[in-house]
């Protein structure tokens, strides 16, 4: 006798044997039981789930000998033809190669006639979407009221392609992928029924590259079965299928957790020796970080792992901590797109994941505001023991840090020292003038703590008079900003004019051609009105357009153009976080954060309000 593959020997034949799928099968057997039974079904869902499989069962419980039942007894005629597939009055028709008028055209004929023997005449169409429109059209009134005796099946892996009005006239069920535990529960009975011995591991990752479908695991178990024969070791399981194996992924996850570069390099270099795809041991190293965070940071989320899998990602969750965890997702995340742009894939990754490896410390930014408070309040700084690599990450290996001196109080009257002997000012002075008053870099990470602070080289705020010409330029930027109170479009436009004159009755402007020009004088109306209203007086607008030309000097020498509003602005904004950068770059509160947490000042930012 041919052999059968897995896939159609262990097809279930009854509803219980259908695994994933309750919600689909308490419907159907509640159906069956009360006699409330559709004339039409729509079974959707992704590849290898049950589809096709569940429409057998449907025809079997209707055309048993002892039905409409929900539990077909197999062993009678009807039950065994359909299960065998060569049923006269169950009629299996594939859309993809008949999807046809014509072929529509024959169901619809078959359909006026009665069963050859069975209850009903059953027609099961697979891949439905795959119908013309013109097939859908003809089919919409036969769907609709067919005669009593039959019943239709249609099932369907993209049902955003099925018109409405046949999803309208079907009774719609919704397969699920099954679950990776589901999957590799199902795959050892099956291999213990054909004397195969497979571990947990290789069941898993069987289970793991079926993504979701069950027809595919058992034809990936009977490749496993005819390259390794019937005890596969879990390397020759990865080996057959091409597949990652997760235990080398776990011991390389395990590697960025403890630190341990030499163990990264040779882990990749093993698999890469296998001919593995690299941009695929990228994917499941972050598939595996993934479970990883989640374990660490929601120990009761439901994860879809195996139980020898799941045991690992929590004990590689309990040994880090959890912003040495995110980050190091976030760079595994990155190296996937490395790799892919890459030329050379393997050192791609290999210094991606050296750089996770030699991470700096890390911590939560909760976790050190609550370290500076205590500090601030003259609280002891951490003594001996802490780790080196961020709280409790780097696989637990941590070295002694001797007890950090307090240090000296920095000369700076303005701001005075907390009582304790800490050496630390008070956190509130961080952004504040001198005695107390806020400055106007409030809104930034952090601010000048008076002028004792602000560097030398630090760009000087500009002058309203020496840019904008004295008191015209003030008069000026006032108009401007009435005029942007009342026109949200004119006022940026002269925001980035040049002011040329200001005399009693008229104000002259240059503007480069484009859109400010356009808008300027498309809003000329509405501008010279809030004029009037501003100065009390009619005043006419002129607008030059063109660069604006150097004006000359007293001595005749050519000066270079006023500037506009616009570009005042980005200068007073440029010259504010310049100041508020350096002053806190430079605070006592910063440097000593720094210190204690062996950490440097990589990036300050100001925050906008």
């Not at 529509?104 to 069963?115: G, L, M, N, S, T």
């Not at 020796?273 to 595996?288: C, D, M």
């Not at 195996?306 to 995110?326: C, S």
């Not at 400055?439 to 008076?450: K, L």
Request: charged fraction near 25%; aromatic fraction near 4%; hydrophobic fraction near 45%.
């Amino acid at each position: 006798m041919a052999y059968l593959v897995l896939a159609r020997k262990y097809r279930p034949q009854r509803f219980a044997e259908m695994s994933g799928q309750e919600h689909v099968v308490r419907t159907l057997s509640n159906a069956l039981r009360t006699g409330q039974l559709a004339h039409a079904f729509l079974f959707t869902g992704p590849r290898g789930v049950g589809k096709t499989t569940t429409a057998r069962l449907v025809a079997k419980a209707l055309n048993c000998e002892k039905g409409p039942t929900a539990e077909p007894c197999g062993v009678c005629t009807p039950c065994v033809e359909i299960a065998e597939g060569r049923s006269v009055d169950v009629v299996e028709i594939d859309a993809a190669s008949n999807n046809g008028v014509d072929n529509v055209r024959d169901i619809i004929e078959a359909v006026k006639y009665r069963p050859a023997r069975d209850r009903f005449k059953i027609f099961v169409v697979d891949e439905v979407h795959m119908l013309s429109q013109g097939a859908f059209n003809a089919l919409l009134k036969t769907l609709e009221e067919p005669p009593a005796h039959v019943k239709f099946v249609l099932a369907t892996t993209d049902v955003h392609k099925v018109p409405e009005t046949i999803l309208s006239r079907c009774q719609r069920f919704d397969f699920r992928r099954l679950t990776l535990q589901q999957i590799a529960d199902q795959l050892g009975k099956v291999a213990r029924e054909e004397g195969m011995t497979l571990s947990p591991a290789a069941l898993a990752l069987v289970a793991r590259q079926a993504e979701g479908g069950m027809r595919d695991a058992l034809s990936l178990l009977d490749q496993v079965r005819a390259a390794c024969g019937d005890a596969p070791g879990d390397d020759q399981v990865a080996e057959a299928l091409g597949a990652v194996d997760a235990a080398a992924i776990s011991r390389i996850a395990g590697a960025l957790v403890g630190r341990d570069g030499g163990a990264v390099l040779a882990e990749i270099e093993a698999l890469h020796s296998k001919g593995l795809e690299v941009k695929r041991i990228a994917e499941e190293l972050v598939r595996h970080l993934r479970n990883v965070v989640v374990a660490r940071l929601v120990p009761d989320a439901r994860l879809d792992l195996p139980d020898a899998e799941l045991a690992e990602v929590r004990a590689q969750a309990g040994a880090a901590d959890p912003a040495q965890l995110t980050r190091l997702f976030d760079l595994a995340q990155r190296a996937v797109v490395d790799v892919k742009l890459s030329e050379q894939p393997r050192y791609a990754l290999e210094v991606a994941l050296l750089e996770a490896v030699f991470l700096a410390p890390g911590a939560q930014v909760a976790d050190l505001v609550g370290r500076l408070e205590a500090l601030a309040r003259g609280a002891p700084p951490a003594g001996p023991g802490r780790s080196s690599s961020g709280g409790s990450g780097g696989g637990g290996a941590t070295r002694a840090v001797p007890p950090v001196a307090a240090p000296a109080t920095p000369a700076i009257p303005a701001t005075p020292a907390v009582p304790g002997g800490s050496g630390w000012r008070e956190l509130s002075s961080l952004g504040g003038a001198p005695g107390g008053a806020a400055g106007s870099s409030a809104n930034g990470t952090a601010g000048a703590n008076g002028a004792a602070h602000a560097p030398a080289a630090t760009a000087a705020e500009p002058s309203h008079q020496d840019a904008e010409g004295g008191p015209a330029g003030d008069r000026w930027r006032a108009a401007v900003d009435e005029v942007e109170r009342s026109s949200p479009a004119a006022g940026p436009a002269l925001k980035q004019a040049v002011l040329l004159s200001m005399t009693d009755g008229e104000i002259a402007i240059q503007l480069p051609e484009g859109l400010y020009a356009a808008t300027a004088e498309r809003k000329r109306g509405d501008i010279e009105a809030v004029f009037a209203r501003f100065f009390g007086r009619p005043t006419r607008l002129v607008v030059k357009r063109g660069a604006a030309a150097a004006l000359p000097a007293a001595d005749g020498a050519p000066e270079a153009p006023a500037p506009s509003i616009a570009s005042v602005e980005a200068a007073e904004r440029l010259a504010r976080t310049r100041r508020v950068k350096e002053a806190a770059r430079h605070h006592p509160n910063i440097a000593e954060a720094a210190r204690i947490l062996e950490g440097e000042i990589d990036d300050i930012e100001e925050l906008k309000s």
